[in-house]
């Protein structure tokens, strides 16, 4: 599968944003989706993740009650709706995709990664 994010940009503390993850090749339902993020000099953090049928949800204790991942299988598409934005929210967020069941929240559950999109919130 192919993964390309976008929506990232430059938005206000207090704003929000909507990222999406769109997959190529086989059915995004045959794959547990996740997000996640990272900041220049320091390691990629787990964001947020949803099962293959979407039954299953888990997020970052950084995020909880402010990003929403949903998933829509018929248009190969996952989102991250992103409120209540803070700086440190600041990072290139990464979609990423694997095979398995259940949720992944470490890099290792994730066979396919996307290039990122940026997401820069100013204070």
């Known amino acids: 599968v192919q993964l390309q994010a976008s929506g990232g940009g430059l938005v206000q503390a207090g704003g929000s944003l909507r990222l999406s993850c769109a997959a190529s090749g086989r059915a995004l339902s045959n794959y547990r989706m996740g997000w996640f993020r990272q900041v220049p000099g320091k390691e990629r953090e787990f964001v947020a993740a949803v099962s293959r049928s979407g039954s299953g949800i888990q997020y970052g204790d950084s995020v909880k009650g402010r990003f929403t991942i949903s998933r829509d299988n018929a248009k190969s598409t996952v989102y991250l709706q992103m409120n209540s934005l803070k700086p440190e929210d600041t990072a290139v967020y990464y979609c990423?995709?694997?095979?398995?069941?259940?949720?992944?929240?470490?890099?290792?559950?994730?066979?396919?990664w996307g290039q990122g999109t940026q997401v820069t919130v100013s204070s």
């Open positions: 990423a995709a694997d095979g398995s069941y259940g949720l992944g929240v470490r890099l290792s559950d994730y066979a396919f």
